[in-house]
């Protein structure tokens, strides 16, 4: 038995005086009103209503659980018409997953004008290291896919392709000379991470199924300056002039802009990823989820091309797969 629905009709039922207007009302049977009200007394053990051929009337027990009822049916909709709200207004508190760096370089610039667009909304944000699939415990995960695809039960949308480039300040380049060809750079003080042991450059597209990049070339890993996972330490010796190291995009867009870092090797990639906003759930996302997952969406572009390159005039230049060039090359030092 639906009680709440069963406690609907028998109010129904007593505010019009009649099981047949109630029924009309509701859009039932009388049958099924009659049955209703029925049921609610079997579960109670009480009788609520005396029946006569003229007019129903509320045992001492019926006036006392109307009473109770209708406070009770008033506050449901209370709080499903608070909750309706909240899906059409955002408003509220969010919670966001995602990696350091992008909060760091990404979402700190952008949070205030989502901020003016929707003042009623905070932001909790969270970024204890990578994050390759969403975390039910928060309302959006901004998460990557790389060399492994997506896996899980969730909803995500496209934010951005970025591209993983070689970098490093124009100071240390006029000192130790421009890298034409990635095996230059078994020659220069590279910055990488601890547990990487080859680097495999990418030119003329990337390689997709059976479809090979136009070039590849794959290098032991220099024997590293400074090795570290923690990419912002990368990038602030990559600033300060210490070497040569791999950055995402989204990373190096300012200092690309402000020429504090010069792309090495233009005509070469080294790693593509997709950012995603992940949700758990499509079904009843409230209103302020919602509309940072458009903001999010609306502000890096939501396409399969990398926008921070874009911005800052560096894109990658790609040449038709199969190519002058095809193969795959091997170097160590």
Not at 20 to 36: K, Y
Not at 194 to 206: C, Y
């Amino acid at each position: 038995m639906d009680r709440l629905h069963s406690m609907r009709v028998f109010t129904r039922v007593i505010e019009e005086g009649s099981f047949a207007r109630a029924a009309r009302q509701l859009n039932l049977s009388p049958a099924v009103v009659t049955r209703l009200v029925a049921d609610l007394e079997e579960h109670l053990g009480a009788r609520l209503i005396n029946r006569t051929t003229r007019r129903l009337a509320l045992t001492d027990t019926g006036e006392l659980y109307l009473d109770r009822v209708r406070h009770i049916l008033t506050e449901v909709d209370e709080a499903e018409a608070l909750a309706t709200a909240s899906t059409a207004q955002p408003r509220g508190h969010l919670r966001v997953l995602c990696s350091p760096a992008f909060a760091v370089h990404q979402l700190a610039k952008h949070l205030p004008k989502f901020r003016v667009l929707y003042p009623q909304v905070t932001v909790e944000l969270s970024v204890p290291g990578p994050v390759e699939t969403v975390d039910e415990n928060f309302d959006i995960s901004i998460i990557t896919e790389g060399r492994r695809p997506l896996d899980g039960s969730f909803v995500a949308r496209r934010l951005a392709r970025s591209e993983v480039i070689a970098c490093a300040s124009p100071e240390y380049l006029d000192r130790h000379g421009r890298p034409e060809h990635p095996t230059d750079l078994l020659k220069h003080e590279a910055m990488v991470p601890n547990f990487l042991r080859e680097l495999t450059f990418f030119k003329g597209g990337w390689p997709q199924g059976s479809e090979p990049a136009a070039e590849s070339v794959t290098i032991a890993a220099p024997r590293p300056a400074l090795s570290t996972t923690h990419t912002d330490t990368l990038y602030a010796a990559a600033l300060a002039g210490m070497g040569i190291t791999g950055l995402p995009s989204f990373v190096a867009e300012d200092a690309l802009l402000e020429n504090a870092l010069e792309r090495v090797l233009p005509h070469w990639h080294l790693l593509n990823t997709t950012l995603y906003a992940g949700m758990p759930t499509r079904k009843h996302v409230p209103a302020r989820t919602r509309a940072f997952v458009d903001f999010l969406v609306a502000t890096f572009g939501g396409e399969e091309r990398d926008p921070w390159l874009l911005a800052a005039g560096c894109e990658t230049q790609r040449e038709p797969a199969g190519g002058k060039g095809q193969g795959t090359l091997a170097f160590s030092p």
